[in-house]
């Protein structure tokens, strides 16, 4: 039986196995929690696993987000889990230090101070990599390294703790029933979808991203374009590092954002970018962070020991990305197809001699 051309169409879509994949990862917590896909009303809040999924995967999505815009530039940014911890630190350790920490002026301006120094680190990191031009790799290792020691620097090497309401609520806190970081999210999503789609700032992202000299040549100023994404990168990283610290009510320098960055590359890689660069999926790296999480959730739901948890989460990763490849799409898939299409084809009916067409008569014949 082969497959339908609609039905192959699909299977190639970049978003296909993605949610292919998220949908199986839902299906499979349901023996284990039978009420998993049910959503309660509790005290003018919406409760359930579904809400929980999105609520402790905004972080994530965030961070994966302006990843996205990095890797789409050929480059990659290693210092967003430090960039949490710092934006976090600052924060945290202005609001303790103050006598009213629920004053709305108090938390504005700490927040303002986290957001301000998450920008600076995406400076540095944008003028390291367009400007002197260093590896990417090895620029934003710097303050992954660094970054986490300026953190435990600000917090003298303990956590950090607060009891702010107004700061409460960006990363646990809820409005109009709904968590208020899916909020957060949803603006951050729908203003970089529409700055890259409906602008031409999309367009001159993957130019770059695919071939960097030839665009500095026809006019388009990488060098700024790179610096751009990268500020972006450490703002959405230092938003996150608000919706955790938030989300806690504290501050750890040293566990704040540990290892986001490889969950958010995975994430950008499951959606459908290219680490090469060129063109990227905002839509699927939003689905690819849905899976991290969703998988997550679906390690301790099922009862995985948490010392192979690691493995079986590299495991599944694996499985998604084979199924993205479309050379392994076609070794697996393509072989049955290509016995249908070997397959003899059947014989022409043979006519009888009688209904048998005559050969046209030749000019001698004719003329007599």
Request: with cysteine; glycine share 10%.
């Amino acid at each position: 039986m082969t497959t339908t051309p609609r039905w192959r169409a699909l299977t190639r879509h970049h978003l296909f196995w993605p949610v292919a994949v998220l949908i199986a990862l839902l299906i499979v917590n349901v023996p284990f929690t039978p009420d998993f896909f049910s959503v309660k009303m509790t005290d003018g809040h919406l409760y359930g696993s579904l809400v929980s999924i999105v609520l402790f995967g905004s972080p994530l999505i965030l961070v994966a987000v302006g990843m996205t815009l990095v890797i789409a530039t050929g480059g990659i940014d290693l210092s967003v889990g430090a960039v949490v911890a710092i934006t976090g630190a600052l924060t945290c350790s202005y609001i303790s230090d103050q006598t009213d920490q629920n004053a709305l002026s108090v938390v504005f301006l700490a927040m303002g101070v986290g957001l301000v120094a998450a920008v600076v680190c995406g400076l540095w990191n944008g003028f390291l990599v367009a400007r002197m031009g260093i590896q990417p790799i090895i620029a934003t290792l710097i303050i992954m390294v660094a970054g986490r020691g300026v953190a435990q620097l600000i917090t003298d090497g303990q956590i950090i703790t607060i009891h702010s309401e107004p700061y409460k609520l960006i990363g646990g806190g809820y409005w109009l029933t709904l968590p208020f970081s899916i909020f957060v999210v949803a603006a951050v999503v729908a203003v970089t979808v529409l700055l890259t789609r409906r602008t031409a700032l999309g367009l001159l992202v993957e130019s770059v991203g695919g071939n960097a000299e030839a665009s500095r040549l026809v006019g388009i100023r990488s060098t700024r374009i790179k610096i751009m994404v990268y500020v972006f990168c450490a703002l959405c990283a230092g938003i996150a590092g608000l919706m955790i610290s938030s989300n806690t009510s504290a501050a750890d320098g040293n566990n704040a954002g540990l290892w986001i960055e490889l969950d958010a590359i995975l994430a950008v890689v499951i959606g459908g970018t290219a680490l090469t660069g060129g063109r990227f999926s905002i839509g699927g790296t939003v689905v690819g962070a849905l899976v991290i999480q969703t998988l997550t959730t679906t390690i301790y739901t099922i009862g995985v020991p948490t010392q192979t948890n690691l493995v079986f989460k590299a495991a599944v990763v694996i499985v998604v990305c084979l199924l993205q490849s479309p050379k392994f799409r076609e070794k697996v898939f393509g072989a049955r197809r290509s016995r249908n299409l070997t397959d003899p084809a059947p014989a022409e009916p043979v006519l009888p001699a009688a209904a048998a067409p005559k050969p046209p008569k030749t000019s001698t014949e004719v003329s007599r």
